[in-house]
């Protein structure tokens, strides 16, 4: 059984920054893909962005946030960071990691396991 655990999240100033750590328990990271997600107050989860560590190693950043936040990895502590700059009001949301698969897709379906969410909340 894998598990995932969200922790990083709290509450920032606009400009802020944070980072995000989903550490797997059950298996590794490796060859598998790994995305981030956030579900803001009314709204559907989307996605953050999404890295594969098959093939050439391929991320996938939504407009929203692209330039703002990068995904890393460490194989030693099997753990995915999400780094975070700039943050802005809109940011909010609750995020998750998610993995289960070796493609790094962009849809919520394309994950069969995911973590508790960690709340970021951005301050104006």
């Known amino acids: 059984q894998v598990q995932l655990a969200e922790s990083g999240g709290g509450l920032v100033q606009a400009g802020g920054s944070l980072i995000l750590s989903c550490a797997a328990s059950g298996r590794t990271f490796s060859g598998y893909a790994v995305g981030w997600f956030r579900r803001a107050p009314g709204k559907e989860r989307e996605v953050v962005g999404c890295i594969s560590w098959s093939g050439g190693g391929g991320t996938y950043y939504a407009d929203s946030v692209k330039g703002r936040v990068i995904i890393s990895g460490d194989d030693a502590k099997n753990t995915v960071y999400l780094h975070m700059i700039s943050l802005k009001p809109e940011d909010t949301a609750v995020y998750y990691c998610?993995?289960?698969?070796?493609?790094?897709?962009?849809?919520?379906?394309?994950?069969?396991?995911w973590g508790q969410g960690t709340q970021v909340t951005v301050s104006s």
């Open positions: 998610a993995t289960g698969r070796r493609y790094a897709g962009r849809r919520p379906s394309d994950y069969d396991y």
